[in-house]
């Protein structure tokens, strides 16, 4: 009967550590029964806290029990080993592996945990969860999924479950620290602030989906933007081989029509002078065959006979052989045609190179991602740069005041030291602070007599002349400057002496956006939150720039740097 029970219960001799059967069993003071080898290497490893605890109930014990042979228990296993109704066949076991959560029972390799209990405070493995069950039957413990370290969820001061969240510190806490550290603190229940956190997590989820659509979209944009761009230039190289090859075939052409027309000329004077040449030939030949005749008359001894010959032979030598009626050129050259050949090469070779410069620049214009630029005011604004005045550079009929942010002109002259960096003439001052980059700043003026332009709203580089009355010294007069000048009725943009009257009436507010890099300058009239474009320039900037004003003389015109 006895070993009928005992075959029953066989799974209530194994150690719940290496879930195999007892081995030189010890019974500890809660009542739980292990090999004596797995719950002293347990204790072994919380000797460094002098508090010990069973594996299966975790009731703590101080100081360390002395571990006793249980007799009982051996007798028993003994019997059960000899009924011959072990197990042959291990429990199946899953190891747990790198990041996986461990048993917190397991001794030796431990297996991977299914389950954790915030009540027991421990993980477990499919076996020593069941152990767990049959341990706490009826009870509800608190049971989740094992799906990270469970020290994570415990407070690593008072050892108890985090199931608080501080609202002011915005940390988890455990309920003893809401009495001890966060007192008087914004706290709440985990679960109520998941709630409030996965309603944002649900907006953040939504957001971040719009967001990944966007750049889906902008991705497909890009696709399709270098698809069309390399069969563009794959048409556009092409198509300009065939058009230089047919320029080619048209020089080779024209190369022909010269070499034939040339040709033909040497053809038509040569036949010519060969007929001529035979001619003259022939007229020699005679010439010499009479030359002959009448030197042998010369030498005749009978009277009768020489006068005779003379009749016959004295005909004039240029009876019959007229002069020729042409002069023949000593110099032949065709000198005059090469030179003009060369001067169509040298035109054609200038009219490839303006070519070339203007093909390259049309290239330079196709860009596949456009610059970014600020559309609205609320977009300039992001790239406001705070400027100051330098007084250093103030012409002395200016009066700097609000922190060196606003400027006056008035007749009463300040005493200022001179220096090589002020204006000594034209009443003008930059800005001590260098704009690079994307920057943007607005500009207010006031004082300006109705009809009269004497503001002048600028940006100049340290190049500029400051001594003497010279014209090159004011802005926008120069290379090294560019300005707007501004009046109540109209406003122009001035650069290297060139002015160019605008369509817009300025507001007593301007706005300047600068994207130095791009080479971008642009100038608004600033409404309330409207902008409104009075001029944009493209060009290439190569030296830091300082914003500046001019204020010509006679009025009580007062400039400011907006905040």
């Not at 029953?8 to 150690?15: A, G, I, K, P």
């Not at 915005?170 to 679960?191: E, P, R, Y």
């Not at 065939?242 to 070499?259: D, H, L």
Request: charged share 25%.
């Amino acid at each position: 009967m006895a070993e009928a029970n005992v075959s029953v219960s066989q799974d209530r001799f194994s150690c719940p550590v290496c879930l195999d059967l007892l081995k030189n069993p010890v019974t500890i003071p809660c009542g739980h029964s292990f090999c004596m080898e797995c719950i002293a290497d347990c204790w072994d490893g919380e000797d460094l806290k002098g508090v010990y605890s069973c594996p299966q109930c975790r009731q703590t014990f101080t100081p360390r029990p002395v571990l006793c042979r249980n007799t009982m228990m051996v007798d028993m296993v003994e019997m059960l080993d000899k009924s011959g109704n072990r197990s042959d066949s291990p429990p199946l076991t899953c190891h747990a592996e790198p990041g996986d959560v461990e048993c917190g029972v397991c001794t030796g390799r431990k297996q991977k945990a299914v389950k954790s209990c915030l009540v027991c405070l421990s993980s477990y493995c499919e076996t020593h969860f069941k152990a767990h069950n049959d341990l706490f039957p009826g009870k509800k413990h608190k049971v989740v999924e094992a799906d990270g370290k469970l020290e994570d969820l415990i407070c690593t001061q008072h050892d108890k479950l985090l199931e608080v969240f501080c609202r002011t510190d915005q940390k988890c806490i455990c309920l003893q620290c809401v009495m001890d550290g966060h007192s008087g603190h914004n706290t709440v229940s985990v679960a109520a602030e998941r709630t409030e956190k996965q309603r944002d997590l649900g907006q953040g989820q939504k957001k971040h989906k719009q967001t990944i659509e966007g750049k889906q979209e902008h991705l497909e944009e890009l696709k399709e933007a270098v698809r069309v761009m390399k069969k563009s230039a794959q048409g556009a190289v092409e198509d300009t081989e065939g058009i230089f090859a047919e320029m080619i075939r048209s020089i080779q052409r024209r190369c022909s029509e010269v070499t034939k027309l040339i040709r033909d000329k040497e053809k038509a004077d040569v036949t010519q002078a060969e007929g001529r040449l035979k001619k003259l030939e022939q007229e020699i030949a005679e010439l010499k065959r009479r030359d002959a005749k009448l030197e042998r008359l010369s030498k005749t001894q009978d009277h009768t006979r020489f006068l005779q010959g003379m009749q016959s032979l004295c005909i004039s030598p240029d009876q019959g052989h007229s002069s020729p009626d042409i002069r023949v050129c000593s110099n032949v050259t065709f000198e005059k045609v090469t030179q003009s050949v060369s001067q169509l090469k040298d035109k054609l070779e200038d009219l490839l190179k303006q070519g070339a410069r203007s093909i390259a620049e049309n290239v330079k214009l196709i860009r596949l991602f456009r610059l970014w630029e600020p559309l609205a005011r609320q977009d300039f604004l992001k790239c406001w740069r705070q400027l100051h005045l330098d007084p250093i550079t103030a012409q002395n009929n200016l009066h700097l005041s609000e922190g060196n942010k606003a400027v006056t002109w008035k007749d009463e002259l300040q005493q200022r030291p001179d220096n090589p960096e002020r204006f000594d003439h034209w009443q003008q001052v930059l800005c001590k602070e260098s704009v690079s980059g994307r920057c943007y700043w607005e500009v207010e003026w006031s004082g300006l007599n109705v009809g009269s332009k004497e503001v002048f709203i600028g940006l100049s580089s340290k190049a500029i002349t400051r001594k003497g009355s010279r014209s090159k010294a004011w802005f926008g007069y120069n290379e090294h400057s560019w300005s707007l000048s501004c009046s109540h009725s109209s406003c122009s943009f001035i650069h290297n002496r060139k002015e160019t009257r605008l369509k817009g009436v300025p507001s007593s507010r301007i706005g300047v956006y600068l994207d130095h890099k791009a080479g971008i300058l642009s100038f608004y009239s600033i409404h309330g939150d409207k902008s409104t474009l009075l001029h944009k320039i493209q060009t290439t900037f190569t030296q830091p720039l300082y914003p500046g004003f001019w204020i010509l003389p006679g009025s009580e015109v007062h400039i400011s740097l907006c905040k």
